[in-house]
Every structure is written in structure tokens, then in C-alpha cells.
């Protein structure tokens, strides 16, 4: 008996089960007719029975189907005109996938008719094609959401006290022996007990997981035998990407990845998405029909004003998102809602952040996107991290997003790179960085937090690559080393670098724990690029975006020179967290602490003297020291209760010669330890001591800390 069609309703949107039947809802606004077709879950190529949604209301088209329950597959077929110069696409030849789809099963078939044009003229979007497209593209799948949360909470670790880890899915385990095989490169891979022991013995308090909605293949890298390995190619919004899922995808993908969540939860280790709203994988006007284009073109896609049958791009994907309109915001954030509420993760990084605050043209800081998030009494309160910039003109916009917002801080990157490769005149800026980049955010009403440090992440070289190559090596991507960013490093400095195969390799290795005691000792919050502490090689491949094989997925199989990095990451995270002063809530004051001679922040010149204002501006300068007072006044913890701990005397020496640097007499009224000399690592047995107003031997590209408990 083929089952029977009800009015249903119009909220919520997307396939929700009541145990006895499923509603199902899907907003158009254009469309003039819809149809909603149901296929045998155990042949999915099988149409079983299509029905006409009759019922709209607020255009959203409804109807409830009793006995349909978890594991059906179906999509939709919507009628209207096809008219791309009047921005209209619709082709009801092509099965769309529901945007509100909670699991997709199945991945496009490039060989089907997945375009919604005739082929082969230059004018080849304008006529639609008719041949049906259901053999070639995923199903929607209806979904049991229950789940045994077993009492999970979000662990709600404070900014200030955050370490984030930014891995992906597959790659962080696919090599790793110590996961049972069947798990490597699955969400349960990613929770399982060695991947755990791993993270916490790292220091890590937060995962950041490259893109999970589902995503789809480019057909250009498909022709290449390639596929998209970060996945910043979404088709769902909603949906965790099966190919992760070791246990299926007809729904179990959904509970693989709450497991997950749960596990890391309870290990204490926070989960952030890194979401991708800024354009979809239907491309520009010679993209596929998948989704969105043939529901209702012009209500989801920013179309260009005087020429409707093109998109607005501001990623250099093909098209970015009407957000303008409330139904594409109202999209967004059920979907951030439902990774919040039902999925239990602790925050998102939005890519390409520039093109969501787009209403008109420039990048609004107080456009809709950002007041609705602001007001949101959900997504307002679990962490939000935006890369501030896009392709567009006027999209680099870092510290220009609204209070609640931490940012990817390029400036950071850049800055620390320049200083330690020796280049001119960055002693006042890494200064800057280093105290929490207070020109950006300390006027907007944020704190140091707001600031995500990063050196090295999924865009670009590893810590490894970064000072061992000066040009990137893309070949293998099959564009002729043209993707990717020029980078041009020049790490070995030129004449003024080491000689000999040993030589060059130290230099390395120092200028790779330079860069990360840095990152581990400035204020504002570290992000580790997952794998450089496995130091982990993609070969000089600055763009591995299209590289699912050994050039992403981290290699488990340490050699001596790993293995030091791996004990240096380790022990260099854990002095960041054993030292308040080196993740306080407030930005440094400048002032002196009542009764001493100290500030709370003190830039020291290597002959121990202030710097002065002239010094700032020393284009030559290259070694610099800072005090950081570990009496805070003001600094309080979660509690209200006073922080304070030790003081430390930070020493950088970008020359590529040795200097003696003089520690200024009466700072404190004890010896200093040093703790770390990038040189030779952390300082094990005995404690080297250094008297107040001595002098420390600072050797050429090498940072050094020292310790005062009084």
C-alpha cells in the first residue's frame, strides 16, 4: 500500500520525524509547482512514489506522508519558468536535494546530467536541459535524531585559557596504527583513545575541524583523478559529510559524529566547525543543478543587479549567498542553531567571513548577518572566530569585526614570519603582536582573546615546509605551480646562513621552535596547525586543498627529528598554560606596579635600557627583550580572585649573529632561570642561573626565557 499524503505543516523546515510520519517543508518563493519524490531505500536509482505539494503557506511548499521514517531517501523536483537572463533556473528534469537535508547519501556523478543547461555553445545556459539527473546526485535522507547524550556538557573553556587544534577529520588519523584500521579516518578515529592521549598530552583544549557539511568533488579535479580534501565546497548545510562516517550514510553518519563530540567532550576538549556559508558547489552560472539554483535561484544567490543571469562573486568560487534576503539568513542560522543545539558543538570559524557581512556592496560590520548573531540568545554564546577577509574589493578586514568575535589574525602571521626570516623594521610590530595585537581590537570593545594567533595553518606550508623551502611546489595539484600564494621565504637567509647539510638543518629545526615558542607566548589565543608537531612535510605543497593522500594525512611514524619537535610542542604549550602571564584577560597597561621599578610590560633593548621612541622606529634592529610582570593587578580569573605568577624575561635575536644582552640591575630580587633556549630546548636537571643585572648569551636566530618567581 503506498503510503498516504497529509496537509502537514510548514514549520520546521526540511524532513522531521514523528514516529509515525515525516513533514516535509521547502521554501520557494518563485516556484509554481513542487514535487517531492520518494525513493527505495534499498535501491535508490528507485523512484517509489512522488507526490504534489499542494500546501504553501508563506511559500513554504509542506506535506506529511505517514509511515515514511528514518532511512528513506528522497528529494525534490520544482517547477517554474527557466529563464537565466531574468535569473530564473528552474528544471524540474533535475533532483534537488532538500538544503535542510540532515544526512545526504550517495556523491554526484560529473557523468550524469547534473546541469541544468544544454551543453556545447557559447551561449550554453540558456537553454535548460531535459534529461533526468536522479541517476547522478545524492538523496536526501530522513533521520532519527535520538541520541544518548549520557548528561554531555560544553566543556566552556575560557578564551583566554584556549589552545586550538586545527586537524581534519580524515587526516589526522588516516596513518596512525594506533587506531583500530577500521576507524582511521572517521569521526570515531578522530574520538578514539590514542587520538585523545595525543591532544591532551599536547595541551590542546579545542579541535577545529576543517569543513564537515557535505561537500562535493569539483568536476575539474574529478577530470584531474583528483578530489577536494578540505571540503570548503558545501552542498549541505546541515548535514555531516558521510565520507568521514565509518558506520554508514543513511543517517548513521549523524550519530558517528555525536559520538564523537561526546567523546572529545568528556575529555575535557571543546569542538569548533570550520563552516563555509560564503558560496555553495553550484558554482557560477555554468555550475550544476543540485540544490539551491533550482529551488529558487534568485532568492538564494546574490545576482548581478543589471544582468540577472550572472552571479556576485566574492570568493572566486562562482557565486556567494543572497544575504540580504531572511530566508538565506534564517538558513544560516537554523543551521548554526542545529550543530549548537542538537549536534553539541562549542563554536564555528567562518570562512571567508568578509562575504557574509555583504548587504550591498562593502563589508558592513553592522550588517543583518552580524545583528542577528549578536541578538541570537544560542549562537551569541559559544565561540565565534572569523577569517577576516574575502577576494572582494575592500574584504581584508582584520579587526574589523563586531564585539563576540575572535579573528584570524593575518597580521600575526605575517609579522612573526618577517621578524624571525630577519627582515627590516619589525621589532615595533611583532612587539605589538606579541602583547595582543591591542591596534586591533583594544578600540572595539574586545579583550586579547579576540586575537587567534596562528603561524602556519591548512592554507599553506606546515611549520616544516615553512623553513625548509623558499618557493612553494605545487605540481601535483596539476595547475603548473600557479595555485597557491607566492610566498618566497627565503628562510636560509642567503650569504648570511649556515653552510653544510647539518648546519642548514639546525637552523631549521630553531627557526621551527622559534616560531612556535613565540606563538605559545603571546597574548591572545594560539591555533597549531595539526601535524607540525608530528613534523610533518607536505613537500613544499603550499595548497593541498585537492591532495588526499600522504601529503595531508599527518605521518605517525616519528623520526629523531620528530620526535624532538613533538617533546618541544609539548613541553612549550604546557609552559604557556603553567604561566598566567601569558594568557591574561586585559591588555597590558604600560604602568609601573606600586612599590618597584617594574611595569607590567617593560621592552628592553639589549643593552638593558628602555627603548625609546627612536628605537621603535630602527629599521636595523633585530633583537629585543620584554619583561612581563607576573604581579597583575586587575587580572582576575573566572572567580574574581586575583592571578598572579611568575615573571618572565623573553629574549629575541633575529640576527644572524650571537649578542650578549644585558639584564637591567634592581628589576627583581632574585636570580633568573633560564627555562627555555631554542637552541638546545627546555632546560632539564640542574637549572642554569643568571644573576640580576648579568648578562645572557643570546646566540643568532634564537629565542630565550627566563624566569623570576619574585
Same mark, same amino acid.
Given at each position: 500500500?503506498?503510503?498516504?499524503?497529509?496537509?502537514?505543516?510548514?514549520?520546521?523546515?526540511?524532513?522531521?520525524?514523528?514516529?509515525?510520519?515525516?513533514?516535509?517543508?521547502?521554501?520557494?518563493?518563485?516556484?509554481?509547482?513542487?514535487?517531492?519524490?520518494?525513493?527505495?531505500?534499498?535501491?535508490?536509482?528507485?523512484?517509489?512514489?512522488?507526490?504534489?505539494?499542494?500546501?504553501?503557506?508563506?511559500?513554504?511548499?509542506?506535506?506529511?506522508?505517514?509511515?515514511?521514517?528514518?532511512?528513506?531517501?528522497?528529494?525534490?523536483?520544482?517547477?517554474?519558468?527557466?529563464?537565466?537572463?531574468?535569473?530564473?533556473?528552474?528544471?524540474?528534469?533535475?533532483?534537488?536535494?532538500?538544503?535542510?537535508?540532515?544526512?545526504?547519501?550517495?556523491?554526484?556523478?560529473?557523468?550524469?546530467?547534473?546541469?541544468?543547461?544544454?551543453?556545447?555553445?557559447?551561449? %550554453?545556459?540558456?537553454?535548460?536541459?531535459?534529461?533526468?539527473?536522479?541517476?547522478?546526485?545524492?538523496?536526501?535522507?530522513?533521520?532519527?535524531?535520538?541520541?544518548?547524550?549520557?548528561?554531555?556538557?560544553?566543556?566552556?573553556?575560557?578564551?583566554?585559557?584556549?589552545?586550538?587544534?586545527?586537524?581534519?577529520?580524515?587526516?589526522?588519523?588516516?596513518?596512525?596504527?594506533?587506531?583500530?584500521?577500521?576507524?582511521?579516518?572517521?569521526? /570515531?578515529?578522530?574520538?578514539?583513545?590514542?587520538?585523545?592521549?595525543?591532544?591532551?598530552?599536547?595541551?590542546?583544549?579545542?579541535?577545529? /575541524?576543517?569543513?564537515?557539511?557535505?561537500?562535493?568533488?569539483?568536476?575539474?579535479?574529478?577530470?584531474?583523478?583528483?578530489?577536494?580534501?578540505?571540503?570548503?565546497?558545501?552542498?549541505?548545510?546541515?548535514?555531516?559529510?558521510?565520507?568521514?562516517?565509518?558506520?554508514?550514510?543513511?543517517?548513521?553518519?549523524?550519530?558517528?559524529?555525536?559520538?564523537?563530540?561526546?567523546?572529545?567532550?568528556?575529555?575535557?576538549?571543546?569542538?569548533?566547525?570550520?563552516?563555509?556559508?560564503?558560496?555553495? =558547489?553550484?558554482?557560477?552560472?555554468?555550475?550544476?543543478?543540485?540544490?539551491?539554483?533550482?529551488?529558487?535561484?534568485?532568492?538564494?544567490?546574490?545576482?548581478?543587479?543589471?544582468?540577472?543571469?550572472?552571479?556576485?562573486?566574492?570568493?572566486?568560487?562562482?557565486?556567494?549567498?543572497?544575504?540580504?534576503?531572511?530566508?538565506?539568513?534564517?538558513?544560516?542560522?537554523?543551521?548554526?542553531?542545529?550543530?549548537?543545539?542538537?549536534?553539541?558543538?562549542?563554536?564555528?570559524?567562518? *570562512?571567508?567571513?568578509?562575504?557574509?557581512?555583504?548587504?550591498?556592496?562593502?563589508?558592513?560590520?553592522?550588517?543583518?548577518?552580524?545583528?542577528?548573531?549578536?541578538?541570537?540568545?544560542?549562537?551569541?554564546?559559544?565561540?565565534?572566530?572569523?577569517?577576516?577577509?574575502?577576494?572582494?574589493?575592500?574584504?581584508?578586514?582584520?579587526?574589523?569585526?563586531?564585539?563576540?568575535?575572535?579573528?584570524?589574525?593575518?597580521?600575526?602571521?605575517?609579522?612573526?614570519?618577517?621578524?624571525?626570516?630577519?627582515?627590516?623594521?619589525?621589532?615595533?610590530?611583532? %612587539?605589538?603582536?606579541?602583547?595582543?595585537?591591542?591596534?586591533?581590537?583594544?578600540?572595539?570593545?574586545?579583550?586579547?582573546?579576540?586575537?587567534?594567533?596562528?603561524?602556519?595553518?591548512?592554507?599553506?606550508?606546515?611549520?616544516?615546509?615553512?623553513?625548509?623551502?623558499?618557493?612553494?611546489?605545487?605540481?601535483?595539484?596539476?595547475?603548473?605551480?600557479?595555485?597557491?600564494?607566492?610566498?618566497?621565504?627565503?628562510?636560509?637567509?642567503?650569504?648570511?646562513?649556515?653552510?653544510?647539510?647539518?648546519?642548514?638543518?639546525?637552523?631549521?629545526?630553531?627557526?621551527?621552535?622559534?616560531?612556535?615558542?613565540?606563538? =605559545?607566548?603571546?597574548?591572545?589565543?594560539?591555533?597549531?596547525?595539526?601535524?607540525?608537531?608530528?613534523?610533518?612535510?607536505?613537500?613544499?605543497?603550499?595548497?593541498?586543498?585537492?591532495?588526499?593522500?600522504?601529503?595531508?594525512?599527518?605521518?605517525?611514524?616519528?623520526?629523531?627529528?620528530?620526535?624532538?619537535?613533538?617533546?618541544?610542542?609539548?613541553?612549550?604549550?604546557?609552559?604557556?598554560?603553567?604561566?598566567?602571564?601569558?594568557?591574561?584577560?586585559?591588555?597590558?597597561?604600560?604602568?609601573?606596579?606600586?612599590?618597584?621599578?617594574?611595569?607590567?610590560?617593560?621592552?628592553?633593548?639589549?643593552?638593558?635600557?628602555?627603548?625609546?621612541?627612536? *628605537?621603535?622606529?630602527?629599521?636595523?634592529?633585530? =633583537?629585543?627583550?620584554?619583561?612581563?610582570?607576573?604581579?597583575?593587578?586587575?587580572?582576575?580569573?573566572?572567580?574574581?580572585?586575583?592571578?598572579?605568577?611568575?615573571?618572565?624575561?623573553?629574549?629575541?635575536?633575529?640576527?644572524?649573529?650571537?649578542?650578549?644582552?644585558?639584564?637591567?640591575?634592581?628589576?627583581?630580587?632574585?636570580?633568573?632561570?633560564?627555562?627555555?633556549?631554542?637552541?638546545?630546548?627546555?632546560?632539564?636537571?640542574?637549572?642554569?642561573?643568571?644573576?640580576?643585572?648579568?648578562?645572557?648569551?643570546?646566540?643568532?636566530?634564537?629565542?630565550?626565557? /627566563?624566569?623570576?618567581?619574585?
Amino acid at each position: 500500500m503506498s503510503p498516504k499524503l497529509r496537509p502537514g505543516k510548514p514549520y520546521p523546515l526540511g524532513a522531521t520525524w514523528d514516529r509515525e510520519g515525516t513533514n516535509f517543508a521547502l521554501y520557494s518563493e518563485n516556484a509554481e509547482q513542487v514535487e517531492l519524490c520518494l525513493y527505495d531505500p534499498a535501491n535508490p536509482n528507485e523512484e517509489s512514489t512522488r507526490f504534489a505539494l499542494k500546501e504553501v503557506t508563506g511559500y513554504v511548499w509542506h506535506g506529511y506522508v505517514e509511515g515514511v521514517g528514518p532511512g528513506q531517501l528522497y528529494g525534490y523536483r520544482v517547477y517554474g519558468p527557466y529563464q537565466p537572463e531574468a535569473g530564473l533556473r528552474f528544471n524540474p528534469a533535475k533532483l534537488l536535494m532538500d538544503p535542510y537535508s540532515r544526512a545526504l547519501s550517495g556523491r554526484v556523478d560529473w557523468d550524469a546530467p547534473v546541469f541544468g543547461y544544454q551543453a556545447g555553445s557559447n551561449e %550554453a545556459d540558456l537553454t535548460s536541459d531535459d534529461r533526468d539527473s536522479a541517476v547522478g546526485v545524492p538523496r536526501s535522507v530522513v533521520i532519527d535524531p535520538s541520541f544518548d547524550w549520557e548528561g554531555d556538557r560544553h566543556p566552556r573553556r575560557p578564551w583566554h585559557r584556549s589552545v586550538i587544534y586545527e586537524t581534519h577529520v580524515k587526516g589526522l588519523t588516516r596513518r596512525f596504527d594506533a587506531v583500530a584500521e577500521e576507524q582511521r579516518g572517521t569521526y /570515531l578515529g578522530l574520538a578514539s583513545e590514542p587520538v585523545l592521549k595525543h591532544l591532551l598530552s599536547l595541551g590542546i583544549t579545542a579541535v577545529e /575541524l576543517l569543513p564537515v557539511h557535505e561537500f562535493v568533488d569539483e568536476h575539474h579535479l574529478v577530470q584531474r583523478g583528483l578530489s577536494n580534501y578540505w571540503g570548503y565546497n558545501s552542498l549541505s548545510f546541515f548535514a555531516p559529510t558521510a565520507r568521514y562516517s565509518g558506520t554508514g550514510d543513511r543517517g548513521e553518519q549523524v550519530r558517528e559524529f555525536k559520538q564523537m563530540v561526546k567523546a572529545l567532550h568528556a575529555a575535557g576538549i571543546e569542538v569548533i566547525l570550520d563552516v563555509v556559508y560564503n558560496h555553495t =558547489c553550484e558554482g557560477n552560472e555554468l555550475g550544476p543543478t543540485l540544490s539551491f539554483r533550482g529551488i529558487d535561484n534568485p532568492i538564494y544567490y546574490r545576482l548581478v543587479p543589471d544582468n540577472l543571469r550572472y552571479y556576485v562573486d566574492y570568493t572566486g568560487t562562482g557565486n556567494s549567498p543572497n544575504m540580504r534576503h531572511p530566508q538565506v539568513l534564517k538558513l544560516i542560522m537554523d543551521s548554526l542553531r542545529y550543530w549548537v543545539q542538537e549536534m553539541h558543538v562549542d563554536g564555528f570559524r567562518f *570562512d571567508l567571513a568578509a562575504t557574509l557581512a555583504r548587504e550591498l556592496h562593502d563589508v558592513d560590520r553592522l550588517s543583518a548577518f552580524f545583528d542577528i548573531i549578536h541578538q541570537d540568545p544560542i549562537i551569541s554564546r559559544v565561540k565565534l572566530i572569523a577569517e577576516p577577509w574575502d577576494v572582494g574589493e575592500g574584504g581584508y578586514q582584520v579587526g574589523n569585526f563586531p564585539v563576540l568575535w575572535t579573528e584570524w589574525n593575518g597580521d600575526y602571521r605575517d609579522t612573526v614570519r618577517r621578524f624571525w626570516r630577519g627582515d627590516d623594521g619589525h621589532v615595533g610590530s611583532v %612587539a605589538t603582536r606579541l602583547a595582543g595585537s591591542s591596534d586591533l581590537y583594544e578600540e572595539t570593545g574586545r579583550r586579547p582573546h579576540a586575537s587567534i594567533n596562528f603561524v602556519t595553518a591548512h592554507d599553506g606550508f606546515s611549520l616544516r615546509d615553512l623553513v625548509s623551502y623558499n618557493d612553494k611546489h605545487n605540481d601535483a595539484n596539476g595547475e603548473e605551480n600557479r595555485d597557491g600564494a607566492n610566498e618566497n621565504l627565503s628562510w636560509n637567509c642567503g650569504a648570511e646562513g649556515p653552510t653544510g647539510d647539518e648546519g642548514i638543518n639546525q637552523l631549521r629545526e630553531r627557526q621551527a621552535r622559534n616560531l612556535f615558542a613565540l606563538l =605559545c607566548l603571546s597574548q591572545g589565543v594560539p591555533m597549531v596547525h595539526g601535524g607540525d608537531e608530528l613534523w610533518h612535510t607536505k613537500e613544499g605543497n603550499n595548497n593541498t586543498f585537492c591532495q588526499d593522500n600522504d601529503l595531508s594525512w599527518y605521518n605517525w611514524s616519528l623520526d629523531d627529528t620528530a620526535e624532538r619537535m613533538l617533546q618541544f610542542a609539548t613541553q612549550m604549550v604546557a609552559f604557556r598554560h603553567d604561566n598566567p602571564v601569558l594568557h591574561r584577560r586585559r591588555f597590558f597597561l604600560g604602568r609601573r606596579i606600586r612599590g618597584t621599578d617594574i611595569k607590567d610590560i617593560m621592552w628592553l633593548r639589549a643593552d638593558g635600557q628602555e627603548m625609546t621612541e627612536e *628605537d621603535w622606529g630602527s629599521s636595523w634592529l633585530r =633583537c629585543i627583550g620584554v619583561l612581563l610582570a607576573g604581579d597583575m593587578p586587575g587580572e582576575t580569573d573566572e572567580r574574581g580572585e586575583r592571578v598572579t605568577g611568575a615573571t618572565l624575561l623573553i629574549l629575541l635575536n633575529a640576527y644572524h649573529e650571537a649578542i650578549e644582552f644585558q639584564i637591567p640591575a634592581g628589576l627583581v630580587n632574585s636570580q633568573w632561570s633560564v627555562a627555555l633556549d631554542t637552541r638546545s630546548g627546555f632546560t632539564e636537571g640542574e637549572v642554569e642561573k643568571v644573576e640580576d643585572g648579568g648578562t645572557v648569551h643570546i646566540g643568532d636566530r634564537t629565542l630565550i626565557v /627566563l624566569v623570576s618567581q619574585e
